[in-house]
């Protein structure tokens, strides 16, 4: 007779694992390793602040490695919790500063007499050097775990960018973010979360600049299904933006009363975001409803007022609008947003208030399973890209087609065109020596070929175009005559690698 195989579980089993001699070298090495990168890095001259941080995911990370690796039971259990992530893109660009081109028509001395980033940067614009090649290592790790019917999730991310020509752009970038997916009976659910990012602060307007901007947003969001065909939707926001550089100048030109500040501190400040919405669905799935929006803001650092005089602006926006998806067929779909917004400032900025019309308007077509095409339009009162101390008006519209070839294999194109305008308030009081025109019309086009031969694992590649045409610049407050902010051309190609372990 056949002994009846014992049956061992796998709590035990991974327990004797756990107190194998191979386990505790293993588990000593790794320690032994976690403490000397944490070492490494707080002898780093690095700012403070995120020396801990990037200590503390290095000890994270390397906590997790010996969880992962200590059992083949443990490990098929974390991959459905935590999957560790790494991202690498490279991008070869011919203008990868927006250099524009009124800047690289001066010469050496003319650079120097504006002082334009810095001494390195302006030697290699006099010799017609503005390509470069940019790369990016992205990695960190994300959480999800179900318990009964709440969802929690989060996020940790480190991404360093290295320049190889302008390689004092070269950055270190944090990320984190932590989300709860609440749920009360069969009527109520939401999002109780909060989000870190790090981010370079784009070129467009500040060629040959390095300013990393911090944004912080704690939200709470509730919806109620008081009736089949109803519900009622609440959402409140903080957040928190400031920016960080090492560029200062004098906002006053020669005015000795007006102290130096750092270039980019304008655009720090504070939001306060509250949001009420009522929706309709009907019996085509088709959804109607109302929202009411108020965003109370405040700039953390005095700028010169119209009166000019050293004043803290406030704001306060608020917005009605309308709202619906629509299901025209069963192969298109129409989101359709819009209605009034009035923009009301702090005493000696009144200039930069707004009362008018905002919408923007999207259309979903699949004419096959194979091809795809979005259509979107806009008209918005809002900072775009967190790029200025105030809003712009933006209208534009965008196409975006795509083509699944393979099941594996798709093809996407992106092609937009969008006018920026800031004739609404004084660029030259808030934004001195910025390279922002009354009137900014960009154009962007991509195209890229995407390749996932596996679940988790993503091959891309890209080319894109992208221009800017700036017109009626600001004041030159040295001068007291018109700034010309020129234009700017740029061509791009970019390959990508993105992992994700456990992705099913």
Same mark, same amino acid.
């Given at each position: 007779?056949?002994?009846?195989?014992?049956?061992?579980?796998?709590?035990?089993?991974?327990?004797?694992?756990?107190?194998?001699?191979?386990?505790?070298?293993?588990?000593?090495?790794?320690?032994?390793?976690?403490?000397?990168?944490?070492?490494?890095?707080?002898?780093?001259?690095?700012?403070?602040?995120?020396?801990?941080?990037?200590?503390?995911?290095?000890?994270?990370?390397?906590?997790?490695?010996?969880?992962?690796?200590?059992?083949?039971?443990?490990?098929?259990?974390?991959?459905?919790?935590?999957?560790?992530?790494?991202?690498?893109?490279?991008?070869?660009?011919?203008?990868?500063?927006?250099?524009?081109?009124?800047?690289?028509?001066?010469?050496?001395?003319?650079?120097?007499?504006?002082?334009?980033?810095?001494?390195?940067?302006?030697?290699?614009?006099?010799?017609?050097?503005?390509?470069?090649?940019?790369?990016?290592?992205?990695?960190?790790?994300?959480?999800?775990?179900?318990?009964?019917?709440?969802?929690?999730?989060?996020?940790?991310?480190?991404?360093?960018?290295?320049?190889?020509?302008?390689?004092?752009?070269?950055?270190?970038?944090?990320?984190?973010?932590?989300?709860?997916?609440?749920?009360?009976?069969?009527?109520?659910?939401?999002?109780?979360?909060?989000?870190?990012?790090?981010?370079?602060?784009?070129?467009?307007?500040?060629?040959?600049?390095?300013?990393?901007?911090?944004?912080?947003?704690?939200?709470?969001?509730?919806?109620?299904?008081?009736?089949?065909?109803?519900?009622?939707?609440?959402?409140?926001?903080?957040?928190?933006?400031?920016?960080?550089?090492?560029?200062?100048?004098?906002?006053?030109?020669?005015?000795?009363?007006?102290?130096?500040?750092?270039?980019?501190?304008?655009?720090?400040?504070?939001?306060?975001?509250?949001?009420?919405?009522?929706?309709?669905?009907?019996?085509?799935?088709?959804?109607?409803?109302?929202?009411?929006?108020?965003?109370?803001?405040?700039?953390?650092?005095?700028?010169?007022?119209?009166?000019?005089?050293?004043?803290?602006?406030?704001?306060?926006?608020?917005?009605?609008?309308?709202?619906?998806?629509?299901?025209?067929?069963?192969?298109?779909?129409?989101?359709?947003?819009?209605?009034?917004?009035?923009?009301?400032?702090?005493?000696?900025?009144?200039?930069?208030? &707004?009362?008018?019309?905002?919408? =923007? *308007?999207? #259309?979903?077509? $699949? @004419?096959?399973?194979? !091809?795809?095409?979005?259509?979107?339009?806009?008209?918005?009162?809002?900072?775009?890209?967190?790029?200025?101390?105030?809003?712009?008006?933006?209208?534009?519209?965008?196409?975006?087609?795509?083509?699944?070839?393979?099941?594996?294999?798709?093809?996407?194109?992106?092609?937009?065109?969008?006018?920026?305008?800031?004739?609404?308030?004084?660029?030259?009081?808030?934004?001195?020596?910025?390279?922002?025109?009354?009137?900014?019309? &960009?154009?962007?086009?991509?195209? =890229? *070929?995407? #390749?996932?031969? $596996? @679940?988790?694992?993503? !091959?891309?590649?890209?080319?894109?175009?992208?221009?800017?045409?700036?017109?009626?610049?600001?004041?030159?407050?040295?001068?007291?005559?018109?700034?010309?902010?020129?234009?700017?051309?740029?061509?791009?190609?970019?390959?990508?690698?993105?992992?994700?372990?456990?992705?099913?």
């Amino acid at each position: 007779m056949l002994k009846k195989r014992q049956f061992v579980p796998n709590f035990i089993a991974t327990q004797s694992i756990y107190n194998s001699e191979d386990f505790k070298l293993m588990s000593h090495q790794l320690i032994k390793l976690i403490n000397t990168n944490i070492i490494y890095f707080n002898e780093c001259r690095f700012n403070p602040r995120l020396t801990y941080i990037t200590s503390f995911l290095f000890f994270f990370a390397g906590s997790l490695l010996i969880l992962f690796f200590s059992s083949p039971i443990r490990a098929a259990e974390f991959s459905k919790i935590l999957k560790p992530y790494f991202d690498y893109t490279v991008t070869a660009d011919d203008n990868m500063m927006r250099f524009r081109d009124t800047v690289l028509n001066l010469t050496k001395a003319q650079l120097d007499a504006e002082q334009f980033s810095t001494e390195r940067i302006r030697e290699l614009i006099s010799q017609g050097k503005t390509a470069d090649i940019l790369n990016r290592f992205s990695g960190g790790i994300l959480f999800e775990k179900q318990i009964s019917r709440q969802r929690l999730s989060a996020g940790f991310n480190w991404t360093y960018n290295r320049y190889e020509r302008f390689h004092e752009i070269s950055n270190n970038l944090l990320s984190a973010n932590g989300n709860w997916h609440w749920v009360l009976g069969n009527r109520f659910e939401g999002n109780i979360g909060a989000n870190y990012q790090q981010s370079l602060l784009p070129f467009i307007f500040q060629p040959g600049s390095k300013a990393i901007r911090n944004e912080r947003s704690e939200f709470i969001n509730g919806i109620w299904r008081f009736h089949p065909s109803w519900n009622l939707r609440g959402d409140y926001t903080r957040y928190d933006l400031t920016v960080d550089s090492n560029f200062n100048v004098n906002a006053g030109g020669t005015n000795p009363l007006v102290p130096t500040f750092d270039r980019f501190k304008f655009l720090s400040r504070s939001e306060n975001r509250f949001e009420l919405g009522l929706d309709y669905l009907t019996a085509n799935q088709n959804k109607i409803g109302i929202l009411f929006k108020d965003t109370v803001g405040e700039f953390t650092n005095p700028t010169i007022a119209q009166d000019n005089l050293l004043r803290v602006n406030g704001f306060n926006q608020v917005e009605v609008m309308a709202k619906t998806i629509w299901n025209v067929t069963e192969k298109s779909q129409l989101e359709l947003m819009g209605g009034w917004v009035n923009r009301s400032n702090s005493t000696g900025f009144s200039g930069r208030d &707004f009362d008018g019309f905002n919408g =923007r *308007l999207i #259309y979903h077509w $699949q @004419p096959t399973e194979k !091809l795809g095409l979005t259509l979107n339009g806009w008209r918005l009162t809002s900072v775009m890209q967190q790029l200025t101390g105030s809003f712009s008006l933006n209208t534009g519209g965008s196409i975006v087609p795509s083509w699944n070839i393979t099941p594996k294999v798709r093809l996407e194109g992106d092609f937009s065109y969008e006018d920026r305008q800031f004739d609404r308030f004084s660029i030259q009081q808030t934004q001195d020596r910025l390279q922002i025109g009354r009137n900014n019309v &960009f154009r962007n086009a991509t195209v =890229r *070929l995407v #390749y996932t031969p $596996q @679940p988790g694992l993503l !091959l891309s590649t890209s080319i894109y175009h992208s221009d800017l045409n700036a017109t009626s610049g600001a004041i030159d407050l040295r001068t007291g005559l018109p700034l010309v902010v020129g234009d700017f051309n740029a061509n791009g190609v970019t390959a990508n690698l993105q992992y994700i372990y456990g992705k099913r």
